[in-house]
């Protein structure tokens, strides 16, 4: 994930309105769910990152949660995708933000880049079309 703000393309609707000129992606339910987030006591989480690696980020769907809560969904999340991962002691709060997931058509998409994965979460300002509320937590040894 990106740390620096984002702009989302647009293009102008027949009506007017800006509407995003990119492939964006609201995660929910079993949709989510199917693309690696978990479901854990409400809140839908998944760790940022290549899948074959263990996550330096977390990001969890809306604003509110507990730190408690969500360092309990990020456990529940590591030991889903990495079992044998030792449960860790979360030391920073979660960050509220917003951000867009930019859904890529991979692997229908033979576009040749170089994205690994169907799906990318970006930082951007509240008033984007198609930004949702986020809370994002980093794991003790991730990059900030």
Known sequence: MTSTLYTIDTIEADDGTQQPNE???????KDAIDHGFVAHD??????????????????????????TAIAA???????????????ETYTRPPVE????????????????CEWEGQWRVVCV???????????IMSRPGGAR
């Open 125 to 135: 300002p509240s008033t984007e079309p198609g930004a949702v509320a986020v809370s």
């Open 73 to 87: 969904a990020a456990d529940k999340w590591m030991d889903h995708c990495h079992p044998t991962v030792v449960p």
């Open 23 to 29: 492939a964006l992606w609201s995660p929910a339910g």
């Open 42 to 67: 409400g809140l839908l989480i998944a760790g940022i990152g290549y899948e074959d690696e263990e996550p330096d980020e977390f990001v969890t769907l809306g604003h509110g949660h507990t730190w």
């Open 97 to 112: 933000q917003h951000a867009v997931f930019i859904r890529h058509p991979h692997p229908d998409h033979p576009c040749g």
